[in-house]
């Protein structure tokens, strides 16, 4: 029996072209950001010059929380399915593996992750579980804050700022996303009748939800402030979770690359114009990316002078 695909194989020409249609949509939206970016130059240079260094470190601060939020948020799941994790090995799995989410698939981190979790003797079910119930209140809990918080003023706001074709554009991509979802589920339809049975949200898990998408959202509108943009703190917080919600959604966006981006910039430009908008966003990358970095190497650094120790 053969154990993988033929050389030439449709399989395998469709994973190739997935992976060119990936990095093509990288290149894009670099180089759409890099023409943004010159055209807005002057104007980027001197709000990056007066952004304020205290309100900055308030915004990695603020991410610093959410993200150790998020390890609870994982190990509450890996509970719900009996998978016992403590908190520290939940937290430190999970910002391991956020790192792969960087590399084109929007797989790699569960299977990094699913990896971990079989060595720590999880069934394959569970894990599985564990994972579907996470994402589920990641995605649920962003939509929820983002529609309460901000969903009639997006309406309001693209109709303001997009031309009647870039809306037609938009609209297109929104109804392709949501008409992907109906197709999964009711592809998969006993899978996701499950995961509605088991991931339904306990108090706990709703005031961690809660928490997570207020200290994301406030990070962001501390760089909005920062960058001396006018947009409020629930509709900063609103927009944040429908950008992060519809690009974790979109399978061939990285990390929601381009997507999560976009909707930012569009949400910001009542307040900015596009190249000031954009650079806030990218600061919100880096902010994002450099406290992912900081915790891995913080927990990993930790877990290798406790094995040491041990071994002493």
């Not at 996701?192 to 108090?203: E, G």
């Amino acid at each position: 029996m053969a154990c993988c695909s033929r050389p030439g194989s449709v399989p395998e020409l469709s994973s190739r072209l997935a992976t060119l249609l990936k990095w093509a949509w990288i290149a894009c939206v670099v180089a759409v950001c890099l023409y943004i970016v010159w055209r807005s130059r002057a104007d980027i240079a001197q709000m990056l010059r007066e952004m304020s260094g205290p309100l900055l470190v308030a915004s990695f601060a603020a991410m610093l929380g959410a993200k150790l939020l998020l390890g609870e948020n994982a190990r509450l799941a890996a509970r719900r399915v009996s998978l016992p994790l403590g908190y520290w090995t939940a937290s430190r799995l999970y910002n391991l593996s956020q790192l792969g989410k960087y590399l084109p698939g929007s797989i790699w981190q569960f299977v990094g992750r699913a990896a971990a979790y079989r060595n720590l003797g999880g069934e394959y079910g569970q894990i599985r579980d564990s994972l579907l119930v996470e994402t589920a209140w990641i995605i649920a809990g962003a939509m929820v804050v983002a529609l309460l918080l901000c969903g009639p003023s997006i309406v309001v706001l693209v109709h303001g700022s997009l031309s009647p074709g870039m809306r037609w554009w938009l609209l297109a991509f929104v109804v392709l996303v949501v008409a992907t979802a109906v197709v999964l589920a009711f592809a998969k339809r006993a899978l996701f009748l499950r995961l509605l049975r088991i991931s339904v949200p306990t108090p706990r898990v709703m005031l961690v939800q809660a928490g997570i998408w207020g200290l994301l959202g406030l990070s962001f509108w501390v760089l909005v402030r920062a960058c001396g943009m006018s947009a409020g703190l629930p509709f900063s917080v609103g927009l944040f979770a429908a950008a992060y919600a519809v690009g974790f959604l979109v399978p061939f966006a990285p990390a929601g690359l381009g997507v999560r981006d976009g909707i930012l910039v569009v949400g910001l430009l009542p307040y900015a114009g596009a190249g000031e908008a954009l650079a806030v966003t990218v600061v919100a990358r880096l902010v994002y990316l450099v406290v992912e970095l900081a915790l891995v190497f913080m927990q990993e650094s930790l877990l290798a002078l406790r094995a040491r120790d041990a071994a002493h």
